[in-house]
Nanobody, 125 residues
Framework: QVQLVESGGGLVQGGDSLRLSCAASGGAFGRYAMGWFRQAPGKEREFVAGISWNDAFIVYVASVKGRFTISRDNAKNMVYLQMNSLKPEDTAEYYC??????????????????WGQGTQVTVSS
């Protein structure tokens, strides 16, 4: 079992930056690929970014590419999402998730076994 706890959300203005953190415990963190997802009000949850267990493979959804950066620190059991140039359309609840699947880059929710409780990001215009 892996427990995930997100932090770092908040209310910011358009163009600002935020860094989300996800702390993992209870499992062999280094064995899991990690992903960030988000869900805006009235919309389905969507995949934002994913990172392989060893940083070798990183993938982003097109809408955040060039603005968001996913990273991880296996020594600290942490995964991060640096979000720059935030836009109002980035407003959502952000979730980190863990999967042992090598297909993490597909962003399919069903392959992610463990989820955090989410952290809210609100971007004002």
């Amino acid at each position: 079992q892996v427990q995930l706890v997100e932090s770092g959300g908040g209310l910011v203005q358009g163009g600002d930056s935020l860094r989300l953190s996800c702390a993992a415990s209870g499992g062999a963190f280094g064995r899991y690929a990690m992903g960030w997802f988000r869900q805006a009000p009235g919309k389905e949850r969507e995949f934002v970014a994913g990172i392989s267990w060893n940083d070798a493979f990183i993938v982003y959804v097109a809408s955040v590419k060039g603005r968001f950066t996913i990273s991880r620190d296996n020594a600290k059991n942490m995964v991060y999402l640096q979000m720059n140039s935030l836009k109002p359309e980035d407003t959502a609840e952000y979730y980190c998730a863990a999967t042992a699947s090598s297909s993490f880059f597909t962003g399919q929710e069903k392959i992610y076994s463990y989820w955090g409780q989410g952290t809210q990001v609100t971007v004002s215009s």
